[in-house]
């Protein structure tokens, strides 16, 4: 079978074993999809439908205003990526804006395996601009930027939350949890980047002095190596444009502050918003897109999640599950974009979901 790529190039899936994976997974992601449709549906109903109806009536043209607040957070991750590239080679903002949206889509419609597709698949959108391994370097560096900008806004919010409001004992120690956990990671990721830690290769090397999927390995490493060399020579030879690039990533996230008190200005009718609320409500949704990104657009979690923190803020439960609906509205609509955009590059969106793994493989390759 044969998926044609953005540059024209064939990729040929020879192997079975790819699609012996896809079928594997495929159940799991089914499953996962019918618990969230089922949570969804259990907290809609608890949270009253006209309710949450009025409040999506309230929103009326104002999902416009949203959709542009949300436009800004696709710009400021494009240009971050951008960012990332080295001499000679360059990316335009065209380019990765596109590549970013449909990769995004991607991760979106592709149930459990969205982080394994999403990322290198937009590496792959751009390959006819920039070499492979350069835009795989590069989209692993705005990452890790962006990983770090993730645990900082999470723990700011956590410690709001915990400041700010009387807290269920439950919910309580999740948020100690949460603190112990992003704590944690910064020093890690900041001694595996000034270190220089080869933890990638050196994984590779492992398994490969073990025996174990030894041919795989040897045709991997090399690559690995390359790669690492490429994301620590960056931070060696830019610290210029880390706190640049750093700041891209923390607009990412006031973006969603933004976003999320303007929706709740149109769909709360009795209890005004604040920008803490705000603030808060977006350090959960970030936690619960990184806790729960195997389930498709967050089903059910996202609506359970910031129903119950919206009440903890003083606001109501079903104002929280209309928020989370309309982001759903959101995500949907930039997904179409996203696959608007794959089936003007000639890709088939079809296609695309029944070979992921053949995209991973040429990424990772």
């Given at each position: 079978m044969t998926t044609r790529t953005t540059d024209g190039d064939s990729l040929e899936n020879d192997s079975k074993q790819p699609?012996?994976?896809?079928?594997?997974?495929?159940?799991?992601?089914?499953?996962?999809?019918?618990?969230?449709?089922?949570?969804?549906?259990?907290?809609?109903?608890?949270?009253?439908?006209?309710?949450?109806?009025?409040?999506?009536?309230?929103?009326?043209?104002?999902?416009?205003?949203?959709?542009?607040?949300?436009?800004?957070?696709?710009?400021?991750?494009?240009?971050?990526?951008?960012?990332?590239?080295?001499?000679?080679?360059?990316?335009?903002?065209?380019?990765?804006?596109?590549?970013?949206?449909?990769?995004?889509?991607?991760?979106?419609?592709?149930?459990?395996?969205?982080?394994?597709?999403?990322?290198?698949?937009k590496a792959m959108f751009v390959r006819h601009r920039v070499p492979l391994i350069v835009g795989l370097s590069a989209i692993a560096l705005e990452n890790i930027f962006y990983s770090f900008s993730v645990v900082?806004?999470?723990?700011?919010?956590?410690?709001?939350?915990?400041?700010?409001?009387?807290?269920?004992?439950?919910?309580?120690?999740?948020?100690?949890?949460?603190?112990?956990?992003?704590?944690a990671f910064v020093p890690v990721i900041y001694l595996i980047i000034t270190k220089q830690w080869r933890f990638l290769s050196g994984a590779l090397a492992f398994f490969g002095a073990r025996k174990y999927a030894k041919s795989r390995v040897e045709e991997v490493l090399p690559r690995a190596r390359i790669l690492e060399d490429r994301i620590y020579g960056f931070y060696q030879r830019n610290r210029r444009l880390l706190i640049p690039i750093f700041a891209l990533e923390l607009c990412f996230h006031l973006a969603g502050v933004l976003e999320i008190y303007t929706t709740l200005s149109y769909i709360s009718d009795v209890i005004a918003p604040?920008?803490?609320?705000?603030?808060?409500?977006?350090?959960?949704?970030?936690?619960?897109?990184?806790?729960?990104?195997?389930?498709?657009?967050?089903?059910?979690?996202?609506?359970?999640?910031?129903?119950?923190?919206?009440?903890?803020?003083?606001?109501?439960r079903p104002v929280g599950v209309t928020l989370a609906i309309v982001r759903k509205a959101r995500d949907l609509f930039w997904t179409a974009v996203g696959v608007v955009l794959m089936i003007r590059r000639g890709l088939s969106p079809v296609t695309a979901l029944t070979e992921e793994e053949p995209i991973v493989e040429e990424a990772a390759s």
């Open positions: 699609k012996r994976k896809s079928k594997k997974l495929a159940p799991l992601g089914i499953l996962f999809a019918l618990v969230g449709l089922l949570l969804f549906a259990y907290f809609v109903r608890n949270a009253g439908v006209f309710r949450i109806l009025d409040g999506i009536k309230r929103l009326g043209a104002g999902f416009l205003l949203l959709i542009a607040i949300s436009a800004v957070r696709h710009v400021v991750r494009a240009l971050a990526w951008t960012k990332c590239f080295e001499e000679p080679y360059r990316l335009r903002f065209r380019d990765a804006f596109a590549a970013r949206l449909m990769g995004d889509a991607l991760g979106n419609i592709i149930p459990f395996v969205s982080m394994a597709v999403a990322e290198p698949s900082l806004f999470i723990f700011s919010g956590t410690v709001a939350l915990m400041l700010s409001f009387p807290l269920p004992p439950a919910l309580r120690y999740a948020s100690i949890g949460a603190l112990v956990i992003t704590a604040t920008i803490l609320a705000a603030f808060v409500l977006e350090s959960v949704n970030r936690i619960i897109n990184v806790v729960f990104k195997f389930i498709p657009f967050r089903l059910g979690v996202d609506e359970g999640g910031s129903g119950l923190v919206s009440k903890i803020v003083g606001l109501s």
